[in-house]
């Protein structure tokens, strides 16, 4: 029986980080550990409340959609360096500010 993954969330300016199931979305992950310093909106990718700026690991998360891209973009966040968390799910370590 193998072990399952647990990639961590670190949050650099917390100094705060959080074991997770590999492929869990970050939204899923802020439910399970309430403590998580993830805010949310509107969950849908519209209202950028959920942009994190990823110093670390960004290959780590799932692919952006076209969406969410342009949501990042109405909101001034270069989409090279941030995600909205509610769009996306974790494979691997990630270091978010």
Avoid at 16 to 34: I, R, T, Y
Avoid at 77 to 93: E, F, K, T, V
Wanted: with cysteine; glycine share 10%; charged share 25%.
């Amino acid at each position: 029986m193998g072990s399952k993954i647990m990639p961590i969330i670190y949050f650099k300016t917390k100094d705060l980080s959080f074991n997770v199931l590999e492929g869990v979305e970050l939204l899923q992950a802020k439910k399970q550990n309430p403590d998580m310093p993830l805010k949310f909106g509107c969950t849908r990718g519209n209202c950028g409340v959920c942009a994190i700026r990823v110093l670390s690991g960004k290959g780590n998360l799932t692919k952006m959609c076209p969406k969410e891209e342009s949501t990042l973009r109405q909101k001034g966040c270069i989409p090279l360096d941030y995600r909205l968390a509610c769009q996306c799910a974790l494979n691997g370590n990630i270091e978010i500010e």
